[in-house]
Each structure stands twice: as C-alpha cells, then as structure tokens.
C-alpha cells in the first residue's frame, strides 16, 4: 500500500511540474507575442508597408510600394512613394545606417554616357559623369537580387552609385538582366527628417 501511495505521490509531482512549465512556456510565448506586435506597431521604416505615410521636409508621401535588395549579407530596402504632384519618388535605406536617398526615375540617356563607360568605371573602379553641371563621382557598384514588394522571387541587377563630392546628391543607376538601363537622381538626407506618420494602411482600409 505505501509503495502505491509513493506511486500515486510521484505521479501527481511529475504532473504539477509538467503544468507549471506549460503555464511558464505560455506566458514566456505571449510576452514574445506582445513585445513583437509592439515592435511591429512602432513608427520606424523597418516596419513600413504598403498604405503607409511618410513626411519628408514637410511633405507628405504615400507608400506605394515596398521592396527589398540583397547583395550577399547586406540588404537594403527601397518604398516606391507618390505626392500630391503624383511624382514618384523612391526612398532607399540601409537598417541602421544614418542616411537615406530620395530619387527620382531619369533618362539614362541625359547623363551622356554609354554602358561601355559604365564597364571601364566599374573595371578602374572610379569614373565621374556630369548631370545637370552637376560632376559626380563613382561611390559604390556591384551586384544584387531585387525582390520586389518583397517578394520570393528575386530579379538580378547590377547597380553603379555616384555622389557629389560633398556627398549630398546621388545619381544611381541600374542594369538589368535584360540589359536594361535605369536611371535616378535625388538627395541624401539624414534619417531623422525622414518622419514615419504611420506604418501601413489602416485596417479595412482596401490596398493592393
């Protein structure tokens, strides 16, 4: 009889602690849960979407678009933005990084180079280019995968950026597989001035 009370003792531990680590497990789950839709509910461009708002120098812009370029560990992201102009404009940002670029689309015919240009800067690894008597110079080029809307698919780009000498204007532009050139040019701006007015769009709010 004292064996099976010991029996019966044991039974009933194992089955307290089995439930007081399943009650710990949750509440340790649903403080993850809380903390990350709080992470995601944050005003930041980490968290930004379709549907979401921006202030940019005291202009409003809507988030058409979001998508994401990766070029081994790095990664960078690109919102497609429209004003009340109904100009498109684009906003690069690196998570972490300081500064961020706001574009628009150019002919890549107006900079009045040829793609044999493009090859002999990326091979020098320096070049320059004049646009609007504007001189700017070769910062970064290189190979990357656009995933657009952030998407599974990804398209293979390769990329030349140029900046002005005090680093404020930016010209980039884009090949892509098909051999097709892209164009844009815009400002560098300190994140800060970039405001987040909301993430996405509101709910029930319909956005494609």
Known sequence: MTIVLIILAVIVLMM???????RKE????????????QQSSELSLDNLAPGGILSIMDTDYLVEEKSRYEAGNSEWFEAKLSGDDDQE???????????VSLTSEI????LGITPDDLERFVADGQGEIEYEDTTYYLDEFGEADYYRQEGSQGEELAYCDFLTEDER??????QWASGAFDAYAGIILPRHQVEVLRNRAEEGEEWS
């Open 107 to 110: 002919s890549f015919q107006d």
């Open 16 to 22: 307290l602690i089995r439930s007081f680590r399943q």
């Open 169 to 174: 204007q930016t010209v980039g532009i884009v």
């Open 26 to 37: 949750q509440a340790n789950q649903e403080t993850q849960n809380a903390q990350a839709s």
């Open 89 to 99: 404009w684009w906003l690069n940002w690196e998570p972490g990084a300081t500064d």
